[in-house]
């Protein structure tokens, strides 16, 4: 049997971002109405949506890595003990986190 990471086709120290959007793809190539000849389409969803359900909940994760003898130190560089950088505060007198782009108003 295939891990959850193989089922997504991620590397376990992958991010929630990177998961999810795996996940939105392999449903939409591997869905049973998209592929209605398939015979295995159904149970490729299955296994896709049982793999999505473990891999982006994080408490799910945590038991899942430790059962295939993950370290936790990929939690850490993840980063999802941490609040996002988005939300972190600046240390002292240095400015805030810049996002390395910005959406400009179209015209």
Known sequence: MKSFY??????????IVVIRAAYRCLAQHDHPDKNP?????GERMLNINRAYA????????????LSLAITQDIHERRGLDSEPPAKRKSRGKEP??????AFRPLG
């Not at 473990?54 to 890595?65: A, F, G, Q």
């Not at 805030?96 to 782009?101: A, G, I, S, Y």
């Open 37 to 41: 000849d398939s015979d295995d389409a």
């Open 96 to 101: 805030p986190t810049v996002r390395p782009f």
């Open 54 to 65: 473990v891999l982006s909940d994080l408490e799910k994760r945590k038991k899942y890595d």
């Open 6 to 15: 193989e089922t997504l086709e991620v590397s376990p120290s992958a991010s």
